[in-house]
């Protein structure tokens, strides 16, 4: 049995809708608004459970029976751990699309003990941009081991053109208040003030791009599969004319903290609620991403080597990324257990190829 948790979100339906067109049909559809799961209930056939991640027992009821466990439902540094917790109290697999570097920090802190003791995988961010720049990053790592340096870069449309979700857009306000960190020397330190963007030429079309930081979860899994690697880092890469704003923001973070901490971006998250739930179909399928995976020996340019990851519709592959792993997980052992990534939990080669039937493709520069 695989719990969607969130079942009735934006990202939740894609996910939900995902699993069926795999031929899945042993899913419970869960959340907290009975109405949307009956809703929800009567289209796909599934069965669904009440369930609030602010209160345990209803997710522990929910999760009962469950070999892998879905969550959806973010902000996930408010809402990600109880979920966590209830499915490695049933001793279930555990997958969600977080993009929060500061709650994947936490979980692995808090659950990978207890999740190798149970013999399960908790998978976090295994979604567009983190699990297909797990898997790039790790690939490129398996084929060049003398690399020690790797920076991954994330674009979707330029930017310009990107349509988020609300779940999306406020998970982002809390992350933006969170430090972010990279790995430096071996060891993960915060990302410190820099005044200038990074720049990438991505092999493909030869563009020359400008990155913000955009810290994810590479940083904290990858040195575990390839402990060669001592500088990680991950990007994304924005307009030419944002990058130096945006880098003068990030400078500013501590300032963005204290006014999220005070309840002074209320408003705004107010905002969000009152818009659209999310893209429709025909706006994420404009919506071109790559993930490039950019490692060298001490960062001389001479020794760069890259893996590039890419396709259309994120939010899409998201929910594919999700479906495919979660039927993988019910059905196989995973590679790896206790709070992994992607590539750990997959093997990076064999979940690519995996996506390959949805568009996904992946170019190795020679």
Known sequence: MIVVFGATGFTGRLCVQALRDLGVTDVVLGGRSRSSLLALSAETGFRHRVADATDSQSL????????????????????????????????????????????????????????????????????????????????????HPELDTLHVFNRVAGVRNIAASRGTLKSGLGALAAPGYERKGGVLVPRGVSPLPRKVRFPDDGSVEYAVPFPGGEAIHLAKQHPQLKHV??????????????????????????????????????????????????????????????????????????????????????????????????????????????????????????????????????
Not at 81 to 100: I, N, Q, W
Not at 286 to 310: D, I, M, N, P
């Open 60 to 143: 522990r009821e929910l999760v009962r029976g469950a070999q892998v466990v879905i969550s959806c439902a973010g902000p996930f540094a408010r809402f990600g751990e109880p979920v966590v917790s209830a499915a490695l109290h049933a001793r279930a697999h555990f997958l969600d699309t977080t993009g929060e570097q500061a709650y994947m920090m936490r979980v692995v802190e808090r659950y990978h003990g207890v999740a190798v003791l149970a013999k399960v995988a908790v998978v976090n961010a295994h979604a567009f941009e983190f699990a297909l720049g797990s898997c790039a990053a790790s690939l490129l790592a398996e084929m």
């Open 233 to 366: 880092s991950t990007n994304l890469v924005v307009p030419r004319a944002l990058a130096a704003p945006l880098m003068a923001a990030w400078s500013l973070k501590s300032v963005y903290k204290r006014a999220y901490d005070r309840g002074l971006l209320r408003d705004i998250e107010a905002r969000i609620d009152q818009g659209s739930e999310g893209p429709d179909e025909a706006v994420r399928r404009q919506q071109a991403f790559k993930v490039l995976a950019l490692g060298s020996v001490g960062g001389r340019r001479g020794t760069e080597r890259r893996v590039l990851v890419s396709g259309i519709d994120p939010y899409g592959i998201t929910a594919r990324c999700v479906a495919v792993g979660a039927r993988w997980l019910r059905t196989k052992e995973a590679q790896s257990t206790g709070v992994v990534d992607t590539a750990s939990a997959f093997g990076a080669r064999e979940f690519l190829e995996a996506l390959a039937p949805y568009g996904v493709r992946v170019t190795v520069e020679r």
